[in-house]
C-alpha cells in the first residue's frame, strides 16, 4: 500500500527566507505525487503535481517541488516565503490503479515577520 | 472563479444522531469525493462517486455512510447514527475528469458528535 511522509509537524521561518518541505512516500512503482495548501478555513488547494517528464516541477504561488527517485522524495521549495504563506502544507501520492491520492499528515508552516 | 461550497461549516449532533452534510460541487465536474480529517491526523479518503453511483471507496465508508447526489447541483455525505469517534471535519471535492485533473477542494464541515 502506498504511503506519504512529512516528518516535518512544524517549520518556522522568517519572511524572506528560503523554504523546503519535505516528502516522502512509499510505492513501488511510480507515482503520481501532489502538492497542496490549507490556508485556516480554507479548503485544500493544489499547488503542483508530477505525473512524468521533467523531475523540477513548478507550481502556483512561487512553489517548486523537485521528484528524487533515488530518494522517494518530493520536496517542496520556494525561494522566498511571505507571511501569506502561513498554512497547512499536505503531500500526497496516488498510483496508477487508484486515482485517489494517500495524503501525508501536514506540515504546518510559520512565517515571523 | 467557481468553487465547491458546504454546508454547515459546523454541526454538532449527538451520538446516535443522523446527520447530512451537503455539498455544491463545481457545476461542469464529474467526479465528486468526500474526504475527512480527525484533528491532527491525516486527510483520508472515504468515497467517489460518478455517473451517479459510487465509483471507489475506503475501509472507513462502511454501511454507516452513503451518498446521494439528489438534484444536478447537490452532493450530500448521510451519517447514520453518529459516534464520536465520527467527529472531524469532512471535505468535498469535485474535478472535471479522473487522475490526470485537479481535485477542487471546498472549505469542510467540521462535525462534533457529542
Known amino acids: 500500500a502506498q504511503s506519504v511522509t512529512q516528518p516535518d509537524i512544524h517549520i518556522t521561518v522568517s519572511e524572506g527566507a528560503s523554504l523546503e518541505l519535505r516528502c516522502n512516500y512509499s510505492y513501488g512503482a511510480t507515482p503520481y505525487l501532489f502538492w497542496y495548501v490549507q490556508s485556516p478555513g480554507q479548503g485544500l488547494q493544489l499547488l503542483l503535481k508530477y505525473f512524468s517528464g521533467d523531475t523540477l516541477v513548478q507550481g502556483i504561488k512561487g512553489f517548486e517541488a523537485e521528484f528524487k527517485r533515488s530518494q522517494s522524495s518530493f520536496n517542496l521549495r520556494k525561494p522566498s516565503v511571505h507571511w501569506s504563506d502561513a498554512a497547512e502544507y499536505f503531500c500526497a501520492v496516488a498510483s496508477g490503479g487508484s486515482y485517489i491520492p494517500t495524503f501525508g499528515r501536514g506540515t504546518s508552516l510559520i512565517v515571523h515577520p | 472563479e467557481p468553487e465547491v461550497t458546504q454546508t454547515p461549516s459546523h454541526q454538532v449532533t449527538q451520538m446516535g444522531q443522523e446527520v447530512i452534510l451537503r455539498c455544491v460541487p463545481i457545476s461542469n465536474h464529474l467526479y465528486f469525493y468526500w474526504y475527512r480529517q480527525i484533528l491532527g491526523q491525516k486527510v483520508e479518503f472515504l468515497v467517489s462517486f460518478y455517473n451517479n453511483e459510487i465509483s471507489e471507496k475506503s475501509e472507513i465508508f462502511d454501511d454507516q455512510f452513503s451518498v446521494e447526489r439528489p438534484d444536478g447541483s447537490n452532493f450530500t455525505l448521510k451519517i447514520r447514527s453518529t459516534k464520536l469517534e465520527d467527529s472531524a471535519m469532512y471535505f468535498c471535492?469535485?474535478?472535471?475528469?479522473?487522475?490526470?485533473?485537479?481535485?477542487?477542494f471546498g472549505p469542510g464541515t467540521r462535525l462534533t458528535v457529542t
Open positions: 471535492a469535485s474535478s472535471v475528469g479522473s487522475l490526470s485533473y485537479e481535485q477542487y
